[in-house]
């Protein structure tokens, strides 16, 4: 049984976003912000199309242009609608806007705002793609979260229409790797054109939104590092590589990955420890691991200071190394 039109119209919008993702995961790729808003925009029409073709019975008649004929013979209005061709004679289907506005007929299909801001400042970015060459960090950190939130509410509103899985083909989604680092990007001198997109799409993004609703205008990305034992987890693995992706931590971050001090990591141990003492064992013990990030984070009471005193923090896989050595309760 050959598959219905709308179906095929949900593999050319999933293909379109794949497109998009792909191109925006390459760094060196110079017009990545410009041609991931192209071929996103492209995906999100197919998808709406797609559902209008599901809720028209796949008539393809739902997604066509009709215009009316300005006058009859007799020179009064003409209430016949006549297709509108392109300039090769083939039937013109409507803009991503037209497709919207059809949607906005059926109570169950209808875009939310946080959606449709979304999609609009999708637009504005391919629109303003001639005013500026290359973008800056600072309007890259736009894009960026713009684009997070239109990949995000993509495979959302996917799912729900259509049940479409798409963790096959989009395993990985917008990675670390096109990510400016700690360059301070407010501070960074941008064109007149760029300036309005940007305050463009920060407009948007501030905007009041349902807090009930799953989708966003703009998603803001932040790193957590979590211990998985999951084959498929992400691995992450500190290094002196000069070229290595650079990820910020802060001292918030390093105390919630290294949350125990001494007396705390005793008190797990007395807890966790058939007979255990705080003797030359533990020590032994404790300094085997000194070296190893994964368990121990050194800090100096005096940053500025490389001879003060230092301070040592433990995660809660020093457990691990611990259970080697002592008989749990």
Same mark, same amino acid.
């Given at each position: 049984m050959r598959p219905p039109l709308s179906a095929k119209f949900v593999d050319k919008a999933e293909a379109a976003l794949v497109a998009a +993702? /792909? +191109?925006?995961?390459?760094?060196?790729?110079r017009y990545r912000e410009e041609t991931f808003a192209l071929l996103a925009i492209n995906a999100w029409e197919l998808l709406l199309k797609a559902q209008l073709l599901a809720l028209g019975g796949n008539d393809p008649r739902v997604i066509r242009?009709? /215009?009316?004929? =300005?006058?009859?013979?007799?020179?009064?209005?003409?209430?016949?609608?006549?297709?509108?061709?392109?300039? =090769?004679g083939t039937p013109m289907t409507c803009s991503l806007h037209g497709c919207v506005t059809a949607l906005d007929m059926h109570a169950t299909s209808r875009l939310g705002p946080d959606l449709k801001a979304n999609l609009d400042a999708l637009i504005a970015i391919r629109d303003n793609a001639a005013h500026y060459i290359h973008a800056s960090p600072l309007l890259r950190k736009q894009v960026l979260e713009v684009a997070m939130a239109a +990949?995000?509410?993509?495979?959302?509103?996917?799912?729900?229409?259509?049940?479409?899985?798409?963790?096959?083909?989009?395993?990985?989604?917008?990675?670390?790797?096109?990510?400016?680092?700690?360059?301070?990007v407010d501070s960074v001198v941008v064109t007149a054109g760029e300036n309005r997109l940007i305050k463009y799409l920060q407009r948007l993004a501030a905007a009041d939104s349902d807090a009930g609703s799953p989708y966003s205008v703009a998603v803001r990305m932040q790193i957590k590092f979590e211990r998985s034992k999951l084959t498929s987890a992400s691995k992450v693995q500190i290094t002196n590589d000069p070229d290595a992706v650079k990820v910020i931590l802060t001292e918030d971050d390093i105390r919630e990955r290294y949350?125990?001090?001494?007396?705390?990591?005793?008190?797990?141990? +007395? /807890?966790?420890? =058939?007979?255990f003492k705080q003797n030359a064992r533990f020590s032994r013990v404790k300094k085997s691991a000194l070296d190893d990030s994964r368990y121990v984070h050194s800090r100096l009471l005096n940053p500025r200071e490389p001879r003060s005193s230092r301070m040592n923090f433990y995660s809660s896989a020093m457990l691990d190394v611990l259970d080697k050595e002592y008989a749990r309760l």
């Amino acid at each position: 049984m050959r598959p219905p039109l709308s179906a095929k119209f949900v593999d050319k919008a999933e293909a379109a976003l794949v497109a998009a +993702v /792909e +191109v925006y995961n390459k760094p060196s790729f110079r017009y990545r912000e410009e041609t991931f808003a192209l071929l996103a925009i492209n995906a999100w029409e197919l998808l709406l199309k797609a559902q209008l073709l599901a809720l028209g019975g796949n008539d393809p008649r739902v997604i066509r242009v009709y /215009e009316s004929q =300005a006058r009859t013979k007799a020179g009064k209005p003409s209430k016949k609608r006549r297709l509108r061709k392109n300039r =090769a004679g083939t039937p013109m289907t409507c803009s991503l806007h037209g497709c919207v506005t059809a949607l906005d007929m059926h109570a169950t299909s209808r875009l939310g705002p946080d959606l449709k801001a979304n999609l609009d400042a999708l637009i504005a970015i391919r629109d303003n793609a001639a005013h500026y060459i290359h973008a800056s960090p600072l309007l890259r950190k736009q894009v960026l979260e713009v684009a997070m939130a239109a +990949v995000k509410n993509f495979i959302i509103l996917s799912t729900t229409w259509f049940s479409r899985d798409m963790s096959d083909s989009l395993s990985l989604i917008l990675p670390l790797s096109f990510i400016s680092g700690s360059r301070d990007v407010d501070s960074v001198v941008v064109t007149a054109g760029e300036n309005r997109l940007i305050k463009y799409l920060q407009r948007l993004a501030a905007a009041d939104s349902d807090a009930g609703s799953p989708y966003s205008v703009a998603v803001r990305m932040q790193i957590k590092f979590e211990r998985s034992k999951l084959t498929s987890a992400s691995k992450v693995q500190i290094t002196n590589d000069p070229d290595a992706v650079k990820v910020i931590l802060t001292e918030d971050d390093i105390r919630e990955r290294y949350p125990w001090d001494h007396k705390t990591l005793v008190s797990k141990c +007395v /807890e966790r420890y =058939a007979g255990f003492k705080q003797n030359a064992r533990f020590s032994r013990v404790k300094k085997s691991a000194l070296d190893d990030s994964r368990y121990v984070h050194s800090r100096l009471l005096n940053p500025r200071e490389p001879r003060s005193s230092r301070m040592n923090f433990y995660s809660s896989a020093m457990l691990d190394v611990l259970d080697k050595e002592y008989a749990r309760l």
